[in-house]
Structure formats: C-alpha cells, structure tokens
C-alpha cells in the first residue's frame, strides 16, 4: 500500500521518483585525461567563481530554469574582467557578444537559460547589475545571456522565465560544490538522445607550471556519436544521428571556461577555441542546428579591469603565448569532463505532452567502457 501511495504520488507531480544518488564519471573509475582536478572537480575551483540555479519544475509542462555563472565576488561592472567569445556553431542566441569581442570584457554575471527567455535573462540582469551599490549612476549594461532550446521537456511558448527568476540565479551563487544536471538551464535539455544538463569540471596546473586553475561549466543539449574517454559508447549502443533518418542531431552547447591565470581576451580567445576541441572529444559535431558557443574569463585580480579609472595604460603581467599550451590542454580535458558529468548527474525526465527523455544508462555503458579500457581498475 505504501509503495503504491508513492507511485500515485509520483504520478501527480509529473516528475520521476529515483531511489539511487546520481554519480559524477570519476566515481566510476572514469579518470579524463592526464591533469589533476580541483577540489570539488568544478568551476567554483576558480577562487572567487560561484554558481547559482533557479529551476522551474511545475505541473507536466514546465520543465526549465536558470543558471548564473559569476566570475567574482564584487561589483562585476565596477571591475570587470577580461572576456572573449568564440562560436563554434552561430546557430544561437548569445546576448552581449559583440561588445565583449569589441572591448574584451565582461561586466556582469554569465547567464544561461532556455532559447525564448534571453530576453528576460537580459533583463533580469540589468536589473540586478543597476541595483547593486556604486552603480546608482549607470545608464548601459552589457548583459551576456547564452541559452539552449529546451522545447521538446518544457513548454519554451510559454515564456515562463522571469526577471526575478534571472535574480535569484545570481542571488542563489555559491562557491563549492555545483549541483549538476537536471537543475537550473539544464532542466529540460537533452544531448547525444539521453537527458543532458548541467555539468562542470577542472584542473589544477602543478606549481612548476604556474599553478593555475581551469574550471568549466557547460550547459549541453546537443547531438553526435557519444564517446566516454575514448570509448565508443554511441556506436556500440547505435545510438547517433544517422543510424536512423529521423533523429536528428541538432541542439547547442554553452560552455563557460575560467580562469585565475592571468589571460587578456587575445589569450583567452585562444583558450575558447581548445573548448571546442573537448567538446569533440565527447563526439559533438557542432551540427548545422546547433548554438554553440564558448564564453571565456580571467578572473585574476592582476587583470581586473576598473570601469572608471585615470590611468592611461593597462597594468598587469599577461601570461606569454609560450606558456600556454597548459591551459589549452587543461581546458580540453575539463571541458571533455564537464559535458559527461552532465550526462552522468541527469535524470529521466518526463515534460511537455507526454515527452519523455531517458537517462543514459550507467548499467549498459560500464561494461562498454571497461572493454574499451576507459575505466581505471581499482
């Protein structure tokens, strides 16, 4: 009777029960390339970085949210950090771009949320950054506002999304530890035909090397032959695009990359495009239908970037192009990382008309893995 109390209460609210915890990859004995992580294996590795969700689960049909991504502790506008964008596939709706490619800047927090609510994450973004303390005097605001198209789990017609939404993303950033998959922007996302999300990951350069750190937030909802460190897990389960005319590939991936290590935007405009080459390490393709996009930021204080100042030249030692191929490869493998950790923390979902997209199975990926040798025996 018990049992069947829980299934009907299951039922009314629309969303799966689960009785197990959700496992990130490396706790499997998935180790992602050669570097060491960070601490919590997440963004917030970066100090200062914080990550905040505002998720929307009502009824059968709003499955949806909001994920904000800040750089540091302070007023971002008042010192902003140095920023560039790359787009891997422009099939997107990136607010903001063109002015952080002009200047090389960024002065609010990251948001990401779904296709049809950019308008109010620019909103809801402009009206915290106003209101902060220092910024009585504002009259412009670039608000960076990225998205994926979650309409097949939420009803995305409905604009659902508001400014105060937007708000508490930001309000709800922590440092720590990062709650992944089916939260914030990742609610109603889907990527490689099982239920994608949010995930995150990064590493830690040893000392000799400059001890930075590299973390990486991703927000996935897209398609390809799915491949787990170097396993063929897509083909082997003949899940990809083309095993059947009718899936399709289509969708976007925002990735978010940051770093203490003291970058300007020409380094980090290098250090967006290696991004990429993590996400196609995962067996994304960057379809035509697919927005995709990298946002990269140093958060170092050196490189701190005052909006009002008198000095006439920038300060602030900048890291040598020579130095740099141990970022490029840190954020490859975090960013490779992430976007599993995304499919790993996701749970079957059920939204919008009945549609239902399942998990990826841990229980018919493991064995595929250890024959390909991509789990590290214990």
């Known amino acids: 009777m018990k049992l069947l109390s829980i299934a009907f209460l299951c039922l009314i609210l629309a969303q799966p029960c689960f009785s197990q915890d959700k496992k990130r990859a490396r706790e499997y004995g998935i180790e992602i390339g050669v570097m060491a992580t960070g601490k919590n294996n997440a963004i917030t590795d970066v100090p200062g970085v914080s990550v905040g969700h505002q998720t929307l689960i009502k009824g059968n049909q709003i499955r949806t949210g909001v994920t904000a991504v800040l750089p540091h502790q302070g007023n971002l506008f008042q010192s902003k950090v140095p920023a560039a964008i790359y787009i891997g596939n422009g099939f997107g709706k990136l607010a903001g771009i063109s002015q952080v490619k002009e200047l090389g800047n960024l002065e609010t927090p990251i948001i990401l949320t779904n296709t049809l609510s950019v308008p ?3 909103q809801g973004t402009v009206k915290y950054t106003l209101g902060l303390e220092g910024n009585e005097n504002i009259g412009s605001v670039n608000a960076v506002v990225g998205e ?3 309409g097949y789990l939420n009803d995305i017609r409905g604009m659902h999304i508001t400014e105060d939404d937007v708000i508490s993303a930001i309000g709800n950033a922590k440092v720590g530890i990062v709650t992944e998959g089916n939260v914030g922007a990742g609610t ?3 990527a490689f035909g099982y239920k994608g999300g949010i995930g995150t990951s ?7 090397l400059g001890g930075y750190t590299v973390g990486v937030l991703v927000q996935t909802n897209f398609g390809g032959v ?12 003949e899940q990809f695009p083309f095993s059947n005319a009718i899936k399709k590939s289509d969708g976007s991936c925002m990735i978010v990359v940051l770093t ?3 970058l300007d935007a020409r380094l980090l405009e290098r250090v967006t495009k290696r991004a990429m080459m993590g996400l196609a390490r995962t067996g994304g393709i ?6 995709d996009y990298v946002i990269a930021a140093s958060t170092a204080e050196s490189m701190r970037i005052p909006h009002r100042t008198s000095e006439r030249f920038d300060k602030g030692d900048v890291l040598k192009n020579d130095f740099m191929s141990p970022i490029f490869m840190a954020t490859i493998e975090a ?6 950790n995304s499919l790993f923390m996701a749970k079957t979902m059920q939204g919008r008309d009945g549609n239902s997209t399942e998990a990826l199975s841990i229980d018919k990926i493991l064995p595929i893995l250890k024959k390909y040798g991509a789990i590290k025996e214990k």
Do not use: C, F, H, Y
Request: glycine share 14%; charged share 25%; proline share 7%.
């Open 120 to 122: 109010m994450g620019i």
């Open 335 to 340: 960013t490779e990382e992430a976007i599993i």
């Open 226 to 237: 799915l491949t787990i460190n170097g396993a063929p897990v897509g083909k082997e389960l």
């Open 202 to 208: 990064s590493r830690k350069l040893p000392e000799s």
């Open 188 to 190: 109603g996302t889907r």
């Open 260 to 262: 203490d290590a003291p």
């Open 148 to 150: 994926t198209n979650d």
């Open 286 to 291: 960057a379809s035509n239908g697919s927005g």
